[in-house]
């Protein structure tokens, strides 16, 4: 029973580009949510997707977009980069938009020059 | 806004021994408490999660119990290993999917 998957694991990109990352989400998951976590700091929440629309999202910008596929998978979409979006990038999956636990994956690392 | 605090931010202590790692929150209106276990560099695995009617949980070594009234939970682990060494985050969550976390305490256990 394969887990929450992410890739790439490691991304380097230079200011001002785009960049998209993505997850699929463990096995009988339909829900993902997307975290920002810079070095040294816990997870800040970015966006939930559920049923293919965004059903909650953090203290983000608008570049910071993105999107869930009839499969559940989703992606994360990072436009006009700059060095603070440095950080490794987390997906969670679960069932539902309810109670059930969140399962991560081992996380992108995206280092922007 | 709910607000998480870890302390200490980084705890190193011998083999053998028993530690207990803290965690507050703002507002005691949470659905329920989760631990998590970070190694450097990865995701994160899920140790222990409370739900707001329960007071503690155990798994093996752990132990977490929850006073919601006062806004605190405590991650005690018993007869620490140097595998034990990682970041331990809580997280609370009230309502819906999102997570709050704190910063995490990173622990060293010396052989």
């Known amino acids: 029973d394969a887990g929450v998957t992410q890739s790439p694991t490691h991304l380097i990109k230079t200011r001002g580009q785009q960049v998209t990352l993505r997850c699929s989400p463990k096995?009988?998951?339909?829900?993902v949510s997307w975290y920002q976590q810079a070095l040294g700091q816990g997870p800040q929440f970015i966006f939930q997707?559920?049923?293919?629309?965004?059903?909650q999202r953090g203290n983000f910008p608008d570049r910071f977009s993105g999107h869930q596929f009839p499969n559940y998978s989703s992606e994360l979409n990072v436009n006009a980069l700059l060095l603070g979006d440095s950080a490794l990038y987390l997906c969670?999956?679960?069932f539902g938009a309810g109670d059930q636990p969140q399962h991560f994956g081992d996380g992108t690392r995206l280092s922007i020059l | 806004k709910q607000e998480v605090t870890q302390i200490p931010a980084a705890l190193s202590v011998p083999e053998g021994e028993n530690l207990v790692l803290n965690c507050s929150f703002t507002?005691?209106?949470?659905?329920?408490l989760q631990w998590f276990r970070q190694d450097p560099g990865k995701g994160l695995t899920s140790l222990l999660l409370?739900?707001?009617?329960?007071r503690e949980q155990t798994s093996g070594r752990l132990n977490a119990s929850l006073d919601k009234s006062s806004g605190r939970s405590t991650l005690y682990i018993a007869a620490s290993q140097p595998g034990d060494s990682a970041t331990y985050l809580c997280a609370v969550r009230r309502g819906a999917q999102k997570l709050v976390f704190g910063q995490g305490t990173r622990l060293t256990i010396n052989p």
């Open positions: 507002d005691s209106a949470i659905y329920n």
């Open positions: 096995s009988g998951h339909d829900t």
């Open positions: 969670a999956s679960s």
């Open positions: 409370i739900q707001s009617s329960q």
């Open positions: 997707y559920y049923e293919e629309e965004e059903r």
